[in-house]
């Protein structure tokens, strides 16, 4: 449920038994709703599985088409990865976390924007922070940080934060976000693509830095 602070902040998780998937549903989405879901596709790669992103380089003329093989493929894939991270998530706690990939930044920005930003833009911000924090803490090569950025522009998703935010804005709703436990901020970074990883351990410096690099 939504609390003034922002979306998503209070609930209870079932797990489900099946997950049933209607592909025809992908044909009524609007050009906007398709590109959110890309976002949500787009993560799923960065964080587990780097043939998937090779294939939203490589096919994204005819995803942008929703080529009916493409979608399915699509789909299929990005199911198969968040099933094996919940699954490895029962013996090993807190990978799930790694689901989180964007969404540090991109809650903040959604909220930041009163909601004007979709969920899709705003996670789309937040993989290029968490992408441009990875790189600036010398975890990640900026030929694969530039991929990540080119990737989502492909799709016609944003890269940069709209004007009008505020950096501290966004930090103060970053603080209030449910995963900053105790006090810190579990970012979702990534070694390259595919090799994602959990740090509570980022300077507020480099956040900082980031938001003003995305900022234009
Ligand atoms: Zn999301």
Redesign the pocket.
């Known amino acids: 449920m939504d609390l003034p602070e922002g979306k998503n902040l209070l609930g209870t998780f079932y797990q489900p038994r099946a997950v049933y998937i209607g592909l025809s549903f992908l044909k009524t989405l609007s050009e906007k709703d398709l590109a959110n879901g890309l976002a ?1 596709i787009i993560k799923y790669s960065i964080i587990g599985d780097h043939n998937l992103f090779e294939f939203l380089e490589q096919e994204s003329d005819g995803i942008k088409k929703r080529k009916p093989s493409l979608m399915e493929s699509l789909v299929g894939r990005s199911c198969k990865i968040k099933a094996d991270v919940v699954e490895m998530d029962e013996k090993e706690l807190g990978l799930r976390r790694i689901l989180n990939f964007g ?1 540090t930044l991109g809650h903040a920005l959604e909220a930041a924007s009163g909601y004007g930003l979709s ?1 899709g833009e705003a ?1 789309s911000i937040g993989m290029v922070g968490a992408a441009n924090i990875s790189h600036r803490l010398d975890y990640l090569d900026m030929a694969s940080y530039q991929r990540i950025v080119d990737l989502i522009k492909h799709y016609h998703l944003p890269t940069k934060i709209p004007a009008g935010m505020e950096t501290a804005q966004i930090m103060g709703f970053m603080a209030t976000d449910k995963k900053a436990v105790g006090g810190q901020l579990h970012f979702v970074l990534i070694k390259k693509i595919g090799a994602p990883f959990v740090t509570p351990e980022i300077p507020p410096g480099v956040v900082v830095e980031t938001i003003e690099a995305l900022q234009g």
């Open positions: 949500e969404h969920h996670v």
